[in-house]
């Protein structure tokens, strides 16, 4: 199954790289350019698509300063998951998000 894990810091931790993107856009000209935050994305294919929240949880986020999101199948009809929240569905699509 391939799937796709993005990264980001949590909320109120300090992203120093989205503060520079941020002050690098407002230079160029970008008004109304706010909160920017950067992030990563991970893409991979596994067998096991059970065991790619504890992979988050134990090597691709640092659960102390990243929260995680879970993108499974093949872009259009991409399924997001994560940890520490209730699945929920909307629109065809499961969705929870992984924090530390």
């Given at each position: 199954m391939r799937a796709r894990v993005l990264?980001?810091?949590?909320?109120?931790?300090?992203?120093?790289?989205?503060?520079?993107?941020e002050r690098a856009l407002k230079a160029l000209g970008f008004a109304g350019v706010r909160n920017v935050h950067v992030g990563r994305m991970i893409e991979l294919e596994l067998d096991d698509p059970q065991r790619l929240p504890e992979m988050c949880n134990r090597l691709l986020a640092n659960p102390l300063i990243e929260d995680w999101e879970i993108e499974?199948?093949?872009?259009?009809?991409?399924?997001?998951?994560g940890a520490g929240?209730?699945?929920?569905?909307?629109?065809?699509?499961e969705e929870v998000r992984g924090a530390g």
């Open positions: 990264v980001r810091p949590k909320e109120g931790i300090l992203d120093p790289q989205g503060q520079t993107v499974y199948g093949d872009g259009a009809g991409m399924t997001t998951e929240a209730a699945a929920n569905e909307r629109a065809g699509a």
